[in-house]
């Protein structure tokens, strides 16, 4: 089964520009989503997507980040415009709808200077 | 106050010792619980999953939960060099459908 996939690998923007990130799930995962990781802390969820509906953005910082998920398969995270503090890994995940657990992709790290 | 917490190392042990990675929590609506496993430049990887107070155990991994005490425990036996990554617990509350809260992670390096 192929995993989680995710484009760039790494990215580096000044402030204020914005960038994208893509995400491609296990194919039949119903639900993904987007986490961001800060340096030394655990994952936090910004958006989950069931299919191609938004199930929870509460914590996603609507002012300058969106995401979308086309058809209910491929996923992108924008930021716009970037700040220091967006540098971070951004994680995507899916998985089915049940509390056991998803696959992670290996991320995007995104440096803002 | 976070709502979960955990030691974010670092975590030193020879190879062949027993680790214990260890979380509190602070809400008792957490009701599933999770080890991930992520190694340098990876994403997480699920270890174990449980939703009962007790043990459960995987080869080398026993995961424990108490829910009394809202303490959870993962330990690992008979330490390899391949086990040296940043451990994470994470929690799901009952009814709030998939959404993990993390710890912010152990770091362990096994020594050869």
């Known amino acids: 089964e192929a995993g989680v996939a995710q484009s760039p690998r790494y990215k580096i923007i000044e402030k204020r520009q914005s960038v994208a990130f893509w995400c491609n799930p296990i194919s039949g995962h119903a639900t993904l989503y987007w986490y961001q990781q800060i340096l030394g802390q655990g994952p936090k969820l910004l958006i989950q997507?069931?299919?191609?509906?938004?199930?929870?953005d509460s914590q996603l910082p609507k002012d300058r980040f969106s995401a979308e998920r086309l058809k209910g398969v491929d996923s992108t995270l924008k930021i716009q415009p970037a700040k220091l503090e967006d540098s971070a890994v951004y994680l995507c995940a899916s998985g089915p709808p049940t509390t056991s657990g998803y696959t992670f992709g290996s991320g995007t790290r995104l440096t803002v200077v | 106050q976070k709502e979960v917490e955990q030691d974010p190392g670092p975590l030193s042990v020879p190879e062949g010792a027993i680790v214990s990675l260890n979380c509190t929590y602070s809400?008792?609506?957490?009701?599933?619980f999770m080890w991930y496993r992520q190694y340098s430049r990876k994403g997480p990887e699920l270890l174990m999953y449980t939703y009962s107070s007790g043990n459960k155990e995987d080869g080398r991994f026993t995961a424990q939960v108490d829910k009394s005490s809202k303490y959870i425990s993962l330990f690992i036996r008979d330490s390899q060099p391949s086990d040296s990554a940043t451990y994470l617990c994470a929690m799901i509350k009952g009814g709030s459908g998939d959404k993990l809260t993390f710890g912010t992670g152990t770091r362990l390096a096994v020594r050869p």
């Open positions: 809400n008792s609506a957490f009701q599933y």
């Open positions: 997507f069931q299919n191609n509906g938004v199930v929870d």
